[in-house]
C-alpha cells in the first residue's frame, strides 16, 4: 500500500479557498487517490476520487501532479461546515484484494469565522 | 434513503459481557466493513465482507466475530469485551463507481466503553 503524508493541520478563513495538500509518492500506477473527510463525532465521507485527469465535484476540486506524487485537495470557498479531517487514500483499482481503505491521521481542517 | 444504519450508538459494558453490532445499508451495496477509531487515530479495519456469505479479517480482528445475515446486513460481536476494546465503531458499504473505483458510504458510528 502507497504511504502518504499529510499536514497535521491546516487553518483557513471562511469563504477563502483551501488547498489541502498530500505526498504519495509510493503510489502505483492502479492506484486512486481518494479524499474522505471526517466532520466531528461522524463518520468518514467520500469527498472526491482521480486517477491521472484534476477532477470537479459539487464538493471539492482535485489536482493531481503529473507524475502522480502528489495530490491537493481543493476546497474553493471553506465554510464553517468544511471544519473537518481530511485523509488522501491511494487505493487500488475495484479496491483491491480487500477492498477497504487504510487510514492515515489526516489533515485537520480548522477554519475561522 | 437511509444509507448506513447502526444500532445502538452508545453502549457501556462491563469486562467479559458479551454484545452485537448491528448495521444495515439499503443501497444494494455487496460488500460491508467495520472499522474502529481510536482517540486521535486513523480508522482501522476489523472486519469485512466482499459479498453475501463471505467474510475475512481486517488488521485488527481479534477479539470479534462478524456475521453477513443477508445483503442488507453486516454484524460486529463481541463475545467477551475488555477495557482495550473501547472505541468507536464505524460499519461502511461500498459499490464501484466512475472507471472502477471503490467509494465507501460510512455509518454515524457506535461508541463503546468497556468498563
Known amino acids: 500500500d502507497a504511504k502518504t503524508t499529510q499536514p497535521n493541520s491546516m487553518e483557513s478563513n471562511e469563504e477563502e479557498p483551501v488547498h489541502l495538500p498530500c505526498n504519495h509518492s509510493t503510489i502505483s500506477g492502479t492506484d486512486y487517490i481518494h479524499w474522505y473527510r471526517q466532520l466531528p463525532s461522524q463518520g468518514p465521507e467520500y469527498v472526491i476520487h482521480?486517477?491521472?485527469s484534476n477532477v470537479n465535484n459539487r464538493m471539492a476540486s482535485l489536482a493531481i501532479a503529473e507524475d502522480r506524487k502528489s495530490s491537493t485537495l481543493i476546497l474553493h470557498r471553506a465554510t464553517l461546515r468544511d471544519a473537518a479531517v481530511y485523509y488522501c487514500?491511494?487505493?487500488?483499482?475495484?479496491?483491491?484484494?480487500?477492498?477497504?481503505?487504510?487510514f492515515g491521521k489526516g489533515t485537520k481542517l480548522s477554519v475561522k469565522p | 434513503n437511509a444509507g448506513v444504519t447502526q444500532t445502538p450508538k452508545f453502549q457501556v459494558l462491563k469486562t467479559g459481557q458479551s454484545m452485537t453490532l448491528q448495521c444495515a445499508q439499503d443501497?444494494?451495496?455487496?460488500?460491508m466493513y467495520w472499522y474502529r477509531q481510536d482517540p486521535g487515530m486513523g480508522l482501522r479495519l476489523i472486519y469485512y465482507s466482499a459479498s453475501e456469505g463471505t467474510t475475512d479479517k481486517g488488521e485488527v480482528p481479534n477479539g470479534y466475530n462478524v456475521s453477513r445475515l443477508n445483503k442488507r446486513e453486516f454484524s460486529l460481536r463481541l463475545e467477551s469485551a475488555a477495557p482495550s476494546q473501547t472505541s468507536v465503531y464505524f460499519c461502511?458499504?461500498?459499490?464501484?463507481?466512475?472507471?472502477?473505483?471503490?467509494?465507501?458510504?460510512f455509518g454515524a458510528g457506535s461508541r463503546l466503553t468497556v468498563l
Open positions: 482521480g486517477l491521472t
Open positions: 487514500i491511494p487505493r487500488p483499482i475495484y479496491g483491491g484484494s480487500q477492498g477497504n481503505l487504510i
Open positions: 443501497m444494494n451495496h455487496n460488500s
Open positions: 461502511a458499504s461500498s459499490e464501484i463507481v466512475r472507471e472502477g473505483a471503490n467509494v465507501l458510504t
